[in-house]
């Protein structure tokens, strides 16, 4: 029989997650894309290894997995026969993207209810932390083209 997850399998997922921006849902599904488990708790000490491995980077995984853009969602055929996962890997935005949205906030007039109107308006999302990458990515483009008209205007 498998042993269970240890304790500090546990705590190192978690605070690897917190590391790397993953949300709790990302890493709920990640967990369910390894093991088909729904928890942390009940999944063995090889899923609790792969697991780390896999969010370390140490471990390569399918080509088409949902952790390599541009598959950010989607369907995930895992090695027991026919089984399907539905996943919701979006890489999150990093924190220099971040950074870089709030410098590019003031230098284009933009204050934070506008932008956050914004993101609401154009992703559903109430908070700039929840944006993915790409999210991000347009949120950039939009300030520096705003910032480029506040200039020529001027």
Do not use: C, Y
């Amino acid at each position: 029989m498998a042993k269970g997850i240890t304790k500090a399998q546990k705590a190192k997922i978690w605070t690897k997650a917190q590391e790397i921006g993953m949300a709790e849902e990302q890493l709920r599904d990640l967990v369910r894309w390894i093991s088909g488990q729904d928890s942390t708790r009940e999944l063995t000490k090889r899923q609790g290894i792969k697991l780390i491995d896999v969010m370390e980077g140490k471990r390569s995984v399918f080509e088409n997995n949902p952790l390599n853009p541009p598959l950010l969602r989607g369907t995930i055929l895992t090695s027991k026969k026919d089984k399907k996962i539905i996943g919701r890997f979006v890489p999150l935005a990093t924190p220099g993207q971040l950074s870089f949205i709030e410098n590019l906030k003031k230098e284009a007039g933009w204050d934070d209810e506008h932008l956050t109107n914004f993101i609401r308006k154009r992703f559903s999302k109430d908070i700039l932390d929840k944006l993915g990458g790409n999210e991000a990515g347009v949120v950039i483009t939009v300030l520096k083209r705003a910032k480029k008209k506040l200039v020529t205007e001027v």
